[in-house]
């Protein structure tokens, strides 16, 4: 999750009182987010990702002046027609179609506050923008710039501007490859003919969206009053909630905030719009789900906490909340105002019975034979490799895979147990034998109705110790299924991890359940086990099937 | 414990030693006049030691050994005297010598010289070949035992510092020669009676007591009148192992138990889901970065089968606009083909959500809880490991509320022992209310979070059930309780099975 990293005083200053470390603890803990650090000068927070517009020291402030009742209620933000247009080209329609603009004036920059900026840009870039797959976030300073800007598309050779942190000019192919940003961000453009392009009434060029600024019309300095935003991407209703994130970030900043025109080819609109949204909300179903009996005014007092307005059942959600979904999201922040430290735990009076899984019972109680044995239990992960799976066991079968695993040693999903015990003889040589182990795990093979991968509980045996045979593991087998009233028949057969002439199949009431055996010295030695190791693996699940029967 | 006690719990073997104690102290001596073997006589005085009825010195003490060769030319008498006896009634040439005899040509040379310095023979050259011819004194030495014959029949080890005149002369003559006497330091023991021994070898040792209850004395009751030897009951016995559960399981047990007495239903399920049942079903956006590769394992290849058109539809329309959950929706276009790719379960959610769409009106309330294993997408290292159990539960009833939700997980954690329980705002994209639950460390005095949990979304529970009533929810880790309780500091020590750690652990005691 995305830390957020806010500076001390300013964050201070934004909320308008000192606040002691302890009590800062509790309340960043308390509003649902996570503190990383704090000193003197910095807090670093971790801020859940329904929360983008808390990404910044003045969205974070915002919100927790309010939840310390130092300003609370809805913040209304003006908004002035600024009178310059964008002109969104029909080129764009297939590749990049929406952008949503606005101008804010009269920020005064310092390096502080260009650190804050740079930062809201990377942590939405992160998070809400996923990693600007969903959209793109570019602020220019409008001094820079004239009107009205056009938003089009050019063949990217066509394109051409010295990209931010470089030297030279360049064309947009040459960015994609030359470029740091360019190399980061080129595979968002990947198979386009041509690439989306903001070109001022200049014919400067401003950026190449999702991937770079120009590093003449497109950054800030400390000389910077204004700036020009866009977010660029594929739905326009979230590139308004994303900008209007930025802008009432950069009004908290000292900013005034401007519209813009958008001239798209089939109509006008116009950006940002930063009308508080209704949502209806019921005292009742409030007090439902919280287990509370709360009056509407102590409920119109809770929201004004969290920053909403209330009027008649009608919440107003501030532009920057694009997370209120469902009258159940104000119910959340409802209870968070009330603070769930407040929240008295209670367990329902009502009656119902705890049951437990047959077949986890059934499991347990073959364990328990087994540990009555000697057997000492052991716990192996799910997923392995096709060397141990069948390799070394000599074995010629296909694993399942998995498509993304991060290492050859853990890359396929076992289908069978033995390999996994296998697995743990040969790192306990050193250990004192005998060395008796049984598990029972889950393993896959293909089949199934539902995902196509069948799973199974096998349970695995083995006896290793000088003098083990395979008079040992019958004896055992013998015993457990004695234990839940069954009896084994044995057929010869050939198997290629085992001895031959010293492997069966086993059947119980007419169905095959398990492999019993010597393993062989080929296998024994590929695993580096130096005692020979008598075994069996029995299908649990099938077994549970003939006694459910 | 009094003498005659004493007396009871003496071995045969230390009956048969203690005497002898009386009068020698040496290892060797004691040895030989109780007519025991060495390795009984070694057993015999440490029960006695143990028994503070002897004190044993030690003394650094250099000592001759026999070498190889020592030993071997004991039995069949140094080369040197061989070789006369082959050459006694003739002479005879060096490649006729080598010709008769087992000697080999070190041993033949080493003679030559040896008996050249006793003047024993002559030596002459015939052509190119070398003469032996024995001498009078050469016949002489053939009849008498020479100085280092007698040392070699010396009884070994002999002290370094106890040799005589002519056994020092032997010595340094075979300190020449290869193997045949070597020094070493040992320890010599000097073994004295401590008062208590004393008393006990002075008084009359009866070697009457029986030393095993046999099925035959009980049978004929020849026990009867007999006294049975004292053991040393606080002497050190060898370990045994039993058979054990893993200690993992133990914990999972554990908890299952819990819910079990609060009245929960066990859900199973697969571990391989579809992504419907891992995410759409739970409203979790398909754009959203869990479902990237880096998080959740995917299997190649491999798609599943979506559940019945109905809730199919639903959830789409839920993800899209909101359905009529009274939700926006996450307002994309959702993809079934997406749905259907196949991952390891990231939580045991996916139990819960199944379980909800196959929920009839009359059996609610209804309450579940799971223990699984979940799969995340990570490099194992020691804070991190691909598999961990999930405590999954849910109480699906009309009048549920977040309080209770508060109320079961606070109850959970007492019995798991943790006497501070607390939650904290948080966020999941199925849940809401969502909070994440710290229990207080009591030996650390800190937080340790423990999983997530809140009420199902409408846009969740609506889609399966088909309509909107309070779901509690909680999908809980034990992870991180189960490690600090073996204190274990590695996690990849839970699942390293190391056979003398699983046989050494103790057992899960809650």
Request: aromatic share 8%.
């Amino acid at each position: 999750m995305p830390t957020v990293t806010l500076n001390r005083k300013v964050f201070e200053n934004l909320v308008g009182k000192k606040i002691s470390d302890n009590e800062l603890k509790d309340r960043i803990s308390m509003i649902g987010t996570d503190l990383e650090s704090l000193d003197k000068n910095e807090i670093v927070v971790e801020i859940f990702p329904n929360r983008p517009d808390m990404l910044s020291e003045q969205g974070f402030g915002r919100a927790l002046s309010s939840f310390m009742d130092i300003k609370t209620g809805l913040k209304r933000f003006e908004v002035k027609p600024s009178g310059d247009k964008v002109i969104i080209d029909k080129s764009v329609k297939n590749i990049r179609p929406y952008t949503t603009c606005a101008i804010v004036k009269g920020l005064k920059f310092t390096d502080e506050k260009i650190r804050e900026l740079i930062q809201i840009q990377e942590k939405l870039d992160v998070t809400f923008c996923r990693k600007r797959k969903k959209a793109a976030i570019g602020i220019y300073p409008f001094e820079k710039i004239k009107t009205p800007i056009r938003y089009l598309a050019l063949k990217p050779e066509d394109i051409k501007f010295i990209p931010l942190e470089s030297k030279e000019i360049m064309n947009a192919n040459q960015i994609l490859i030359k470029h740091p940003t360019g190399r980061k961000y080129g595979h968002l453009l990947e198979g386009l003919k041509l690439y989306p392009v903001f070109i001022d009434a200049n014919n400067e060029v401003l950026s190449v969206p999702p991937i770079i600024n120009s590093d003449n019309t497109g950054r800030i300095t400390e000389n910077t009053t204004d700036v020009f935003i866009e977010c660029s991407g594929f739905d326009f209703k979230v590139l308004n909630d994303l900008l209007n994130i930025i802008v009432t970030a950069l009004e908290e900043m000292g900013g005034k905030i401007y519209s813009m025109e958008l001239v798209y080819p089939e109509k006008k609109r116009t950006t940002p719009i930063l009308e508080p949204r209704k949502m209806k909300i019921k005292t009742s179903y409030v007090n439902k789900i919280l287990g509370l009996d709360l009056k509407e005014k102590e409920i119109k007092k809770l929201l004004e906490r969290m920053g909403f307005g209330y009027n008649k059942e009608n919440v107003l959600i501030p532009p920057y909340r694009s997370d209120i979904l469902h009258e159940i999201d104000l119910v959340e922040d409802i209870s968070i105002a009330y603070g769930y430290e407040n929240l008295k735990p209670e367990i329902p009076n009502i009656a119902t019975i705890g049951v437990e899984d047959g077949f986890s019972k059934f499991k347990n109680k073959i364990s328990n034979i087994l540990v009555g044995l000697k057997l000492l239990e052991t716990n192996t992960y799910h997923i392995s490799n096709k060397q141990d799976q069948a390799n070394k066991m000599e074995l010629n079968i296909k694993p399942i895979e998995l498509e993304n695993a991060l290492t050859i040693e853990y890359d396929v999903m076992r289908s069978w147990m033995v390999p996994s015990l296998l697995g743990v003889l040969s790192t306990n040589k050193h250990n004192e034998y005998s060395q008796n182990l049984f598990e029972s795990g889950i393993v896959f093979k293909k089949g199934g109705s539902e995902t196509g991968v069948e799973e199974f509980t096998r349970l695995a045996v083995v006896t290793t110790h000088k003098d083990t045979n395979f008079t040992e593991v019958k004896q055992i087998l013998d015993y457990l299924l004695n234990g839940v009233g069954l009896k084994a028949e044995i057929q010869d057969t050939e198997h290629p991890s085992f001895i031959p002439g010293r492997v069966g199949r086993v059947s119980v009431n007419g169905k095959n359940v398990a492999y019993i055996g010597e393993l062989s010295p080929k296998v024994l030695s590929n695993w580096g086990i130096e005692m020979p190791v008598s075994c069996f693996e029995l299908n649990l699940t099938e077994l549970y099937k003939l006694i459910e029967k | 414990m009094d003498i005659k006690k004493l007396a009871e719990t003496l071995t045969p073997l230390e009956i048969k030693i203690l005497p002898v104690l009386k009068k020698y102290t040496s290892f060797s001596d004691i040895k030989d006049k109780s007519g025991i073997g060495e390795v009984e006589a070694s057993r015999a005085l440490k029960f006695l030691k143990n028994k503070e009825l002897i004190s044993v010195e030690e003394i650094d003490k250099e000592a001759i050994f026999l070498g190889e060769n020592g030993k071997k030319y004991l039995k069949t008498g140094l080369p040197e005297k061989r070789l006369l006896e082959i050459i006694k009634d003739e002479s005879m040439s060096l490649e006729e010598i080598k010709f008769s005899t087992t000697l080999d040509k070190d041993e033949i040379n080493v003679s030559i010289g040896v008996l050249k310095r006793k003047a024993a023979l002559d030596i002459f050259k015939k052509g190119n070949t070398l003469i032996l011819k024995i001498n009078d004194n050469g016949r002489k030495l053939l009849k008498k035992e020479m100085l280092e014959e007698q040392f070699l029949s010396k009884k070994f080890p002999i002290e370094a510092t106890s040799l005589t005149d002519e056994e020092r002369f032997a010595y340094d003559e075979f300190k020449k020669r290869k193997g045949i006497v070597k020094k070493e330091n040992i320890k010599e023991k000097t073994i004295f009676l401590t008062p208590t021994g004393k008393k006990l070898a002075a008084s009359k040792l009866s070697s009457n007591v029986v030393d095993k209850l046999t099925s035959s004395m009980l049978k004929t009751g020849s026990w009867k009148g007999n006294r049975f030897r004292r053991f040393d009951i606080k002497t050190k016995v060898p370990q045994v192992f039993g058979g054990k559960r893993h200690f993992m399981n133990e914990a999972t047990e554990y908890v299952k138990k819990i819910w079990l007495e609060l009245g929960f239903k066990e859900m199973t399920g697969g571990i391989v889901q579809t992504s419907f049942w891992n995410f759409d079903a739970l409203f979790t956006a398909q754009d959203h970065p869990i479902r990237d590769l880096q998080d959740t394992f995917f299997l190649k290849n491999s798609k599943g089968k979506l559940p019945s058109k109905e809730v199919v539809s639903r959830v789409k329309k839920t993800h899209e606009t909101g359905w009529t959950t009274g939700s926006k929706g996450w307002e994309y276009k959702w993809d079934p083909e997406e749905a259907r790719r196949n991952v390891l379960r990231t939580h045991t959610t996916a139990l819960s959500a199944k379980t909800i769409s196959t929920l009839k009106q009359d059996e609610l309330p209804a309450k579940y809880f799971s223990v699984g294993k979940c799969f995340r997408n990570e490099t194992i290292d020691w804070s991190h490991l691909f598999e961990f159990n999930q405590v999954e539960g849910i109480v699906v009833d009309p009048d549920a509320n977040f309080r209770h939700l508060i109320g079961y997980l606070k109850e959970f954690y007492h019995k798991m022992g943790y006497k501070d329980v607390r939650v904290r705002p948080a966020y999941f994209p199925y849940t809401e209310p969502s909070a994440e639950v710290d229990v207080l460390d009591p030996i650390h005095n800190e937080w340790i979070e423990l999983g997530g949990c809140g009420i199902f979304r409408p846009e969740v529970v609506k889609p399966l059930l088909g309509k909107d009533i309070p779901v509690l929810a909680w999908g809980l880790g034990f992870a991180r309780i189960v490690p600090k309780y073996y204190d274990i500091k590695d996690l990849r020590d839970l699942y390293k099975n190391d056979i003398k750690m699983l046989r050494g652990v103790k057992t899960w005691l809650k």
